[in-house]
């Protein structure tokens, strides 16, 4: 999943207002981030086949350490210590918040996912495959994060002139990244992907920091 993933990040911004959007951004994406400097690493091995399924080129083969169910939670245990460590103003809902956003990046890309996600190491690997369906999947990972932008639109308000459009502009950004990932040609090899993903992972972040400055949390 790509742009799917960025729906609980607004929701749980807009739900907890401690936690800035962008730190939400950089945590339900923190499976992939991982999985990115796995491959160009050597750590973890996917090939590229076109074709290998409607939305997109990647066979996940051996991607145990960023996408496993187990270390997921391990990710999530270490990133929400780590949020409330360094930010401890923000308290223990934020940090909960913080981590249910990096266990989320599992359950959301289990449902696109061919079966490469391990339920325990060396145990069965699943995935439900949306991604056979490229239209569908195109429409579900849009439906959701329009679900989020929704929330966080209603639950936040300008700070400065531009936050009436920021989240607007945004969601047409990240709807735009979307169709060129699902219609676009396969990267030439695995660590293209990888850095390719890793780039616009942190374009997207930065996006986020955005609406961070042009919108605050409504009183409550
Ligand atoms: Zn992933």
């Excluded at 061919?114 to 056979?132: A, N, R």
């Amino acid at each position: 999943m790509f742009i799917g993933h960025y729906a609980p990040a607004f929701a749980g911004a807009a739900i907890e207002p401690k936690v800035k959007l962008w730190h939400m951004f950089a945590a339900v994406q923190l499976v992939d981030i991982v999985w990115a400097v796995f491959i160009l690493t050597g750590i973890e091995s996917m090939r590229i086949v076109p074709g290998f399924t409607a939305a997109n080129h990647f066979d996940l083969y051996h991607v145990p350490y960023s996408h496993s169910l187990p270390m997921s939670v391990v990710w999530a245990i270490a990133g929400g210590a780590a949020y409330y460590f360094a930010r401890r103003g923000a308290g223990r809902t934020a940090a909960l918040v913080v981590g249910a956003g990096i266990l989320s990046h599992w359950f959301a890309d289990l449902i696109v996912h061919t079966p490469d996600l391990e339920l325990w190491f060396g145990g069965p690997k699943v995935g439900l495959g949306l991604w056979h369906y490229r239209e569908i999947s195109l429409i579900v990972e849009v439906g959701l994060l329009m679900g989020g932008v929704y929330l966080y639109q209603n639950l936040t308000e300008p700070s400065h002139r531009l936050g009436e459009y920021s989240p607007g502009l945004f969601l047409g950004f990240m709807i735009a990244l979307q169709a060129f990932n699902t219609f676009g040609a396969p990267p030439p090899t695995p660590n293209a992907a990888a850095i390719t993903a890793l780039f616009a992972y942190f374009i997207l972040i930065g996006g986020a920091a955005m609406l961070d400055y042009t919108r605050k949390p409504k009183p409550r």
